[in-house]
């Protein structure tokens, strides 16, 4: 599942990116395996995207977000 | 007391307030320019901390010494390269408090260096406006280098800063989590030592109910609400271009024609004296008078870059302009020129991509300008029925809609022809930081659009007054033997009793202009322009309306002998009067109404714009280009719609 396929407000976990060289922009942002990510909002054409990592709110194209692998977080035990 | 000159740099993330940091540290005592050989902007700046003489550069936003931008391969080898100009001595690394984990990467990696640095906490006003506390001595001791707190906007903080600088002792530092750092997964690693340190040096957490940054953006960026906004803007924008900047400009006018007549008054004539008032002296007016347009133009700018809502005109314009190979950052500059090229490029150093930025000058003088109006407002009377098309819109206000939509048709088209031969600036990814909104910095502002003000008159200011110079010696000088004659003939016709001096002044200006060297060249160039439709008068204008459009309208009153160039309706009339060689039909017809509408839509006649393309670009490459690329596409547009038109017409 990738960011791409999030709803908005939906959280997910990073674990992996499809794309090296975006992989390594995207960890240098801050945008790094592990940590949870959102999609806080969509621009009005659809395109591109608003993601939230920790407290950073980044602008990102749908095609970069369909590089970031996720994971959903486990229903609560 | 000895002082010791110390080189320092500042390097920071954008959004960091590097350069509020920068104005509270060296005050007014800032120099502008270009880094050598490339157009990023060089901010220098100098200030004393103790017995040090500190000359102080602001190194361009980045977020890693890996650069993915000209503006960030400048920062990064000024701190990487020891042979760089820039190298400093010791670095004072800023990083928003509410930002630190971005911010720390940057600053881990500048330490790993070995630079001698000083880690400077900004903004701690919006720290503490959250419930996160930071332990600044602890962060020292992790990081090996002394931390200070600032708020560059009060400003506090700046005393102990100076005192810091004052008294560093330029070590080297040592980056204790240095052996952690492999090359290969760097990037990761260091954010595993990044959330250690914060681990140990921070506590708190975010505040989670919806913050003032997210309420406004659910309106400005609103599928709806967001896109009206921002129109809104742009209409503001250009208003402002347009009609407010036009009340400096009318002072500015009368403020250079009054010193033109004292001028006459205290100089005695000569030729020296005529290029004194009506060469360099028209040619500084000429230049001074866009300062109102520019300064209105970076004023919105600015407002939209320091409140951060310049990363959501990013955010909802990218899709629609990157089918043309433009991005977000681009229809700011584009609506501008809608008013004025020469602002609008100024502003496109807003564009951090570089071959974004290249497109955009490139292309935005095909926008329809305020200077083609006059042009266009003569040339639609002229041939443009008066009728309305069902009776409801009228045809010459459609033409006036369709030259408008040409250019921007054009630029667009443009800019998606072009952009397929400019090579990439790095991989095309685009990650923008959208950042908190914020009041913005009123006296930053003020600096910033005097520093572009500044840059516009030192540099482009010299290219234009001497380009302006030669066209007014052209057009005012020709072969002596004719202006002799000239003086002698209408001597003799304003002895004769009942003589109307004034006309007879107005047809000797007329002869005069003929018979100068543009005169001469306008002449010369007939055979290759008759094919568009045009005769040597219009040769005349085209090669005088190279220094400004507007200039069209003045040169045609001064051929046709109208006293006022303001006058026109009796310019019109005169060349509606003109008939072609042995015929009774109009000379100036409708297919050459066409074609003038289009070669003035489309060819580079203005030499301020390309005198900012040279000092935006730092080179003659490009303007030049403009010039035949455009020229040329006006000359052939021209050609074919004069041949279809007369077709259809004829």
Known sequence: MTVKDLKIGQE??????SDKALGHHLVEMGVVPGETITIERIAPM?????????NLLLCIRKQEASAILVQLPSPAH | MATE????????????GKSSLFNALTGMNQK???????????KVGVFSAGKRKVHLVDLPGTYSLEPRSLDERVAAEAITLTKHPEHPNLTLIVVDATHLKLGLYLALQVIETGMPSILVLNMMDQLAASKITINIPAIASELGIPVLATNARKPEGIAALRDAIAHHDLARPTAKWAATITANQGSLERHTVIRDILAKTTAGTEPTKRTVTQRLDDILTHRIWGLVIFFALLVVVFQSIFSWASYPMEWIEMGFSSGAELWHRILPPSFLTSLWIEGIWAGLGGVVIFIPQIAFLFLFIALMEDTG?????SFITDKALRKFGLQGRSVVPLMGAVACAVPAILATRTISNWKERLLTILVLPFM?????????????????????????????????????????????????VVSKFIANDGPNHFIMEMPVYRAPRWSNIAIDIARKVTMFVTHAGKIIVVISVFLWLGASFGPSERFEKIDRDYATLAAAPQADTVALARLKSADQLENSYIGILGHAIEPAIAPLGYDWKIGIALITSFAAREVFVGTMATIYAVGDSEDVTTIRQKMQARTKPNSTAPLYDLPFGLSLLVFYAFAM????TIAVVKSETGTWKWPILQLFGMTGLAFVSAWVVYRVAQFFVG
């Open chain 2, 605 to 608: 006649q203005c030499v301020s």
């Open chain 2, 368 to 416: 329809t300008c305020s200077a083609r109006l006059p042009v266009y407002v003569l040339l639609i009377a002229l041939v443009i029925p008066q009728g309305h098309f069902l009776g409801i819109v009228g045809y010459q206000g459609m033409a006036m809609l369709g030259m408008y939509m040409l250019g921007t048709v054009t630029a667009l088209g443009a800019a998606w």
């Open chain 1, 46 to 54: 659809g395109d591109p995207i608003a993601i939230r990592v920790s």
């Open chain 2, 309 to 313: 809502y310049m990363a959501r005109v």
């Open chain 2, 5 to 16: 000159g110390l080189k320092v740099a500042l390097i920071g993330n954008p959004n960091s």
């Open chain 2, 32 to 42: 502008v320019g270009n880094f050598p050989g490339i157009t990023v902007d060089r």
């Open chain 1, 12 to 17: 997910a976990q990073i674990f992996a990116f």
